[in-house]
């Protein structure tokens, strides 16, 4: 048995997956590579099914033989992070290199010539905060080894380019959308944290009680700076590296407020449990923000079963939220306002009544906000915002509470500005209603016996019909012109003894690929490719199946990055899907990026019709072998293109199957939008009769029902 070289200590390694980045390739290259070229670098490490490489030979390696892509510098340095060893490390690494670029950005500090020691990186930082000082000279090696000395040199230059906050920002996103973040606990997403900030306003303190890496405070200080009132700010969070990351984010906006003149004191983290272990009992602020765990139910109920916080009743076991709302509630201000995320079903658990009731009848809670599924995980999930404050014992206390439905708005405006105005208006005394979207609802209409807070149980809905009378009518004609229009598309199809695609030859798409007929694209992954901008519009899979526009954007996730343009005759593919559903690209998709929930299948048009390769790429024997199951709860397959076949025919007979393939996708489109139409007419119809605005017409003979095969109308036999 062969032993496995052992790695040396200070030794810059990578993995296959490592590699295919560097090479913007897949993994199966790699596996190729190793075995068609003896020159190609031995292992280092690792184990037989998953090895290591050194990184220095590798790149030496892709370089001679010319398949090193051209990676930018943010790119090369999330690389560095992502190849460090031992993985469980990489958030203290990032800790290191964000105390790094923050003692680059400190103008009262004299540059190094070169990277500067550890002892000299916690020398510089102990002049700012001693305390960030400590946290990092926890992590700290005595002196740097060589996989640390090329990522810290990578992200000193990454720093050069962009600037040092910039770098830091850029290396947090990334991290904050791995796998090392703990599946997306660290962050807030800044769609989420806007709508909270737009709520609570400014103020001179703010106070984030379970930080995470500090998404909504840094969003605060940047937004408190920008409008000339700085704010200071305090943290908590359990997590150490978390904090680290949240106090060293907060600096670099400490520092641009120093350098723009301001008088502010620095922030302050501490890192504790904030339920069992508040580190700032004494703490109030005038803004409170939190996006704290859900359903924890080792919370520490019988530890605190006696705590002061808890004014507004006892929190049960079952509903820590409960417990984390009336800690908001005890570190704010007079006057100043808390908002804090949600789950939706402490709106109406039996189990928290009481309390829930409690903070209506004294006027603490001030809105409760539903906000559209899909913002952040749980993504099937619509989360709730509290809106809360501190009663003013000297007054009496509010008698009503806002109430937003935010999932019924439309895309057009930003979340933040429909919920803002909604929460300005309330705030003014304007008791103005908005069918189904948000209404002002008085504190004994909520003090049932339940006291549920759902949105949705208490919005009106629309007293008046949307369409009078006559627009209803002329729809109805409308209607049946689009019926007309949906037999219209059908393709003329026959009973044939023997069809052309039954007896063709198969070919599998593999070996069309290998023969250069047809290609296969993805989008690549954590990099962005030359010449991708923030505006440039990404096709989704949703777009991919309506056939409409790309909705998605070039920065929509810090993860993945949008793939080559789509254009005339491409095929599109989503990557995971119940069934293959292949759509030629629509002229209104020509121009986007590829996604990376889309594949994209690009054939030669002298060999083959592309309407013709999206119909039977998606017949039902494809669909058994398209792929694996994907890790997601409804069973998805994750489509592997490589591994299906399809018929092998005349470019004449395909083109005239792609024709009556293509009015097949027009067919479903049309009927879907019947379907759409048909409903959203029998409401209006059904609401005309309700309301009394339409009569029912004169009774006649029933009519004849019409057949639709072969186009013939008038036999009821068939």
């Known amino acids: 048995m062969t032993r496995e070289p052992s790695m040396a200590p200070n030794q810059a390694t990578l993995t296959a997956s490592g590699i295919a980045r560097l090479a913007n390739v897949g993994r199966a290259a790699v596996s190729n590579w190793r075995r068609r070229y003896a020159d190609f670098p031995a292992p280092v490490g690792g184990t037989p099914t998953s090895p290591s490489f050194d990184a220095r030979e590798v790149e030496h390696w892709l370089r001679r033989h010319g398949r090193l892509h051209q990676a930018s510098t943010e790119q090369w340095a999330w690389r560095h992070f992502e190849s460090h060893q031992p993985a469980t490390e990489i958030s203290d690494i990032l800790g290191v290199a964000g105390a790094l670029l923050l003692v680059r950005a400190d103008r009262t500090t004299t540059p190094d010539a070169g990277l500067p020691t550890p002892k000299q990186l916690v020398r510089h930082l102990r002049t700012l905060d001693p305390g960030l000082a400590d946290l990092i000279g926890e992590v700290l090696p005595g ?271 930003p979340l933040a500005e429909i919920i803002g105005t909604a929460w300005r208006a309330h705030q003014s005394g304007d008791q103005a209603e908005l069918p189904g979207v948000h209404r002002a609802v008085s504190a004994i209409e909520l003090l049932d016996d339940q006291v549920d807070l759902t949105p949705q149980r208490h919005l009106p809905q629309a007293s008046e019909l949307v369409a009078t009378p006559a627009q209803i009518i002329s729809r109805m004609s409308d209607f049946g012109r689009l019926l007309d229009h949906v037999r219209r598309v059908l393709p003329a199809v026959r009973r044939i003894p023997t069809a052309p695609l039954g007896d063709a030859p198969q070919a599998d798409i593999a070996d069309l690929i290998r023969s250069g007929s047809i290609t296969v694209q993805r989008a690549a992954t954590r990099s962005r490719p030359t010449g991708v901008t923030s505006s440039d519009a990404v096709l989704t899979a949703a777009d991919v199946l309506s056939g409409g526009p790309a909705t998605g954007s070039a920065n929509h996730s810090a993860n993945d990055d949008p793939g080559p343009r789509v254009g005339a005759g491409d095929i599109l593919v989503p990557v995971i899907s119940r069934k293959i559903s292949a759509r030629v690209a629509t002229p209104e998709q020509f121009g986007a990026r590829l996604g990376p929930s889309v594949q994209l299948i690009r054939v030669d048009p002298d060999r083959f019709d592309p309407w013709f390769v999206a119909g039977v790429i998606s017949r039902p024997d494809n669909a058994r072998i398209a792929g694996r199951t994907s890790s997601s709860a409804s069973g998805a397959l994750r489509i592997d293109i490589r591994r299906l076949a399809i018929p092998v025919v005349p470019l004449d007979q395909q083109q005239a199957y792609g024709r009556a393939f293509r009015q097949l996708v027009e067919f479903r489109t049309a009927l879907n939008h019947a379907a759409a139409t048909g409903a959203a007419l029998a409401c209006e119809i059904s609401d005309g009769l309700t309301t009394g605005a339409l009569g029912l017409a004169p009774s006649s003979a029933p009519r004849p029902r019409e057949s639709l095969v072969d186009g013939v109308p008038g036999d009821p036999g068939l």
């Open 143 to 413: 002196q740097w080894t060589a996989p640390l000395t090329t990522l810290l040199r990578t992200v000193d230059q990454l720093g050069s380019e962009q600037g040092p906050e910039a770098a830091f920002e850029h290396l947090h996103n990334q991290y904050a959308a791995s796998a090392h973040s703990l599946s997306g606990l660290a962050g807030t997403p800044d769609v989420v944290a806007d709508v909270m900030l737009t709520l609570t306003g400014t103020g001179a303190r703010t106070f984030d009680f379970t930080s995470g890496t500090g998404s909504i405070l840094r969003m605060a200080a940047d937004r408190a700076l920008r409008s000339g009132t700085p704010t200071r700010c305090y943290a908590q969070e359990i997590n150490r590296q978390y904090a680290v990351i949240t106090l060293l984010r907060l600096w670099f906006v400490h520092l641009r407020a120093r350098q723009a003149g301001h008088d502010t004191e620095p922030p302050v983290v501490q890192i504790g449990d904030s339920l069992l272990e508040d580190a700032l009992p004494h703490l109030r602020a005038e803004v409170v923000v939190a996006n704290f765990p859900f359903g924890i139910h080792d919370w520490g109920h019988d530890r605190l079963a006696y705590d002061p916080r808890w004014t507004y009743g006892l929190p049960p076991r079952t509903e820590p939220e409960l417990a984390w709302v009336q800690h908001a509630l005890a570190h704010l201000s007079p006057g100043g306002t808390a908002v804090v995320l949600m789950p939706p079903a402490a709106a109406a658990r039996p189990a928290g009544r009481r309390v829930r009731a409690e903070l209506i009848r004294r006027g603490a809670l001030r809105a409760v906000i539903a906000l559209p599924a899909g913002l952040m995980p749980p993504a099937g999930i619509g989360l709730h915002v509290w809106v809360l404050a501190q009663p003013d014992p000297h007054q009496s206390p509010a008698s009503t509470l806002l109430v937003v439905d935010a999932t019924t708005e439309s895309a057009s405006r």
